[in-house]
């Protein structure tokens, strides 16, 4: 017998029997939608982390104040005066200190109640150096971005991002000239950042760049002016990454005068440090979630052997005819088999049609994100197959084992 | 050819083959048993299905083995056409010890050199009249042209050509029986067992179904034929009656002229 043969034997006796066959596909359908869509959603959440980490910029290093190992005694942590000074930026920023370091820029932030004329917006403000725009890969959609001479003399100018724009201004596209206002200081807007569309974090849109020297001297102030809440270093390439955090490390380290290394009153987070700890409770849930999936389709497969049991039971004397006609047993395994991976094969297609179904409903009705995952999608297909014939091996042997009389006489 | 296959067609060419001149012995008879008893076991129960028989049929014979109900002869039947293996004794096919043979081998026998024809019909529900047909053929590896090509003509044969599509529901009991007998032949095997093949059908039928027995006998294939109605068995050549697992009686091969049946017409 030929594998055609086989294949189409397989695939009209699963016809003949619609109703058991819909049935057993039943459970491997709900078993491939739940493996893709699980890992599907998984995935979309990491991306979407990602996707927020990247909009930092690339190969950047975060240095953040405090410290986060503690040791005997009282220290100053988060919260009150900072550690990191805008001193240490520009220690950062030299090629001498750090070589591996193309640019850093220290960055205060604050939410402030920005008002142009009679409207009034709460934005994030920050207060920056020009650094800031190479460092963060934003440029600007109109006028300039902030300059050093901005810095040196502490100006009244602001960067808005596109959406405050929308905000503060509605519809008027000449943003650039206007003044807003913040604690009666009036700023002139001088440039609107280009827009982040793949952002869906709306700080990334919606925010006010104003020169770290006017936030610190005319609208924020606060115990230390030289204290900055961050400093954003940027590696000159993403090979020179480690390098740069190495030196980052030691020249903030010296600078701070602190020997052990386990005292530091500071951090440093690169993105990928960062995105493991945002993505390490979704990596749970994904596991978890898929671990009930794989159980899912093992239920499906069960249903699968149960089905054929019932199959080989209800033919008996069908496999005592084709005995009877000349079948061979290995024949007759091989078309249980068959049988049984067709049921899992259109299951399981029919499970991944779910799942593409679902990856775009889902998406309709929450803000999850559904990443498909070609793997997962072959993956699963290949399980479920695998789970049709692996489930479907007892009841193929048990129809090939029959002696054709016993078969043929059964009722 | 795999040595399933090979043996299958050892087994198929010895009968069918004439005399063979190089052979300074006899043709072995086509079948051979030697006190063959098959005994089935139900828990400590032990029915004794068949005590020691022994017989032997010869090419081209037209044999009935008739007898009461539980007298064996359908045992003996399964036997002969290898569905069943005896407890005791010997049987050969062609010459070959078919306890020595194994089931993949003897699902090739059954394929090429044995035709079986049931009382119940046996044909597959949800295939149509020449599906079933060509379905040993299916076994047996011919190509999808050709086991058309061969069933439809199978099913001319039997008179049937216009019900080739027609799934056995839609066919009365006659029709299902020749379809079987179409299915039984379409390998062109040396024997043709048929059990009861009369048994569920009406008189037109049944002489429809004896008649097309005999013109297969007359082609030169052996027949042998199962039954316990006596007007049947008298069709035959040879008459072995069964009781109680034991041959009752019998004629001894060749007891009537070889195409004495042949030229006579069943009674309508």
């Known amino acids: ?411 | 050819m795999s040595p399933e296959a090979e043996a299958a067609t050892t087994l198929t060419a010895v009968p069918t083959a004439a005399a063979e001149p190089d052979e300074p012995r006899a043709a072995p008879p086509v079948i051979e048993l030697v006190d063959v008893g098959k005994v089935y076991k139900t828990g400590e129960l032990e029915v004794v299905a068949l005590q020691a028989v022994s017989l032997r049929i010869d090419e081209n014979e037209l044999l009935a083995i008739t007898g009461p109900s539980g007298s064996g002869k359908s045992t003996l039947m399964h036997i002969i056409g290898c569905l069943d293996v005896p407890t005791s004794g010997v049987y050969r096919l062609a010459g070959h010890d078919v306890q020595s043979l194994d089931e993949a081998v003897l699902a090739g026998v059954r394929n090429l050199a044995i035709g079986f024809v049931f009382q119940q019909f046996n044909l597959l529900p949800y295939l149509s009249a020449w599906r079933n047909i060509e379905l040993p053929l299916v076994y047996s590896g011919i190509p999808p042209d050709e086991r058309r090509a061969r069933a439809l003509a199978a099913l001319e044969r039997v008179g049937l050509s216009d019900r080739a599509d027609h799934r056995p529901g839609e066919l009365s009991g006659g029709q299902q029986q020749r379809v079987a007998i179409a299915r039984a032949v379409v390998t062109e095997p040396a024997l043709v067992l048929a059990d009861e093949p009369t048994g569920n059908l009406d008189s037109n039928s049944s002489a429809d179904v004896l008649r097309l027995l005999a013109e297969l006998n007359g082609e030169g294939r052996t027949i042998v034929i199962i039954t316990h109605e006596r007007d049947i068995a008298a069709l035959a050549r040879r008459i072995v009656t069964m009781r109680d697992g034991e041959i009752e009686a019998a004629n001894e091969p060749g007891a009537r002229p070889a195409r004495d049946l042949t030229m006579t017409e069943p009674t309508p």
Not at chain 1, 53 to 74: C, D, H, Q, R, W
Not at chain 1, 205 to 225: K, M, W
Not at chain 1, 285 to 302: D, E, F, K, Q, W
């Open chain 1, 1 to 411: 017998m030929t594998w055609r043969d086989t294949i189409r034997t397989a695939t009209e006796a699963v016809r003949t029997h619609r109703l058991r066959s819909a049935l057993t596909m039943l459970g491997i359908l709900i078993g491939i939608t739940a493996v893709v869509l699980t890992v599907g959603l998984g995935a979309g959440a990491k991306a979407k982390v990602q996707d927020q980490i990247n909009e930092l910029g690339t190969n950047v290093l975060v240095v953040s104040p405090g410290s986060s190992t503690s040791t005997s005694g009282t220290r100053g942590g988060f919260g009150s005066a900072s550690t990191l000074t805008r001193q240490d930026a520009a220690a950062l920023s030299s090629p001498v200190t750090a070589p591996d370091v193309q640019t850093a820029a220290p960055a205060s932030t604050t939410s402030a109640a920005l008002r142009a004329g009679s409207t009034n917006w709460t934005t994030t403000l920050t207060g920056t150096t020009p650094a800031w725009s190479e460092v963060r890969s934003r440029g600007v959609s109109t006028g300039r971005f902030i300059t050093a001479d901005d810095e040196a003399n502490a100006a009244p100018v602001v960067v808005l991002g596109p959406d405050t724009v929308t905000q503060l201004f509605g519809g008027n596209p000449n943003a650039v000239g206007q003044t807003v206002s913040y604690n009666g200081v009036s700023l002139q807007v001088v440039g609107v950042l280009d827009s982040l569309s793949s952002s869906e974090n709306a700080s990334n849109n919606d925010l006010a760049v104003v020169p770290l020297s006017a936030y610190q001297q005319r609208l924020v102030g606060g115990a230390n002016r030289n204290s900055v809440s961050s400093i954003y270093v940027k590696a000159r390439s993403s090979g020179r990454l480690s390098a740069a955090y190495q030196e980052a490390n030691a020249l903030l380290l010296n600078t701070h005068r602190v020997t052990n290394p386990r005292n530091a009153d500071f951090s440093i987070a690169t993105q990928q440090s960062i995105l493991q700890a945002a993505t390490s409770v979704d990596n749970t849930l994904t596991v978890m979630l898929a671990g009930i999936a794989v159980i899912a389709l093992l239920v499906g497969g069960i249903g699968v052997m149960n089905i054929m049991l019932v199959s080989v039971a209800e033919r008996t004397r069908e496999i005592g005819v084709r005995k009877a006609v000349g079948a061979r047993p290995g024949v007759i395994r091989r078309q249980f088999l068959v049988e049984a991976s067709v049921l899992g094969l259109a299951g399981g297609a029919l499970g991944l049609l779910a799942g593409l179904l679902g990856a775009v409903v889902i998406p309709l009705f929450s803000d999850s994100r559904v990443d498909l995952s070609l793997i997962a999608m072959v993956g699963s297909l290949a399980v479920a197959i695998a789970v049709g014939i692996a489930f479907g091996v007892y009841p193929a042997s048990r129809a090939a084992r029959l002696a054709p009389i016993d078969a043929l006489r059964s009722e």
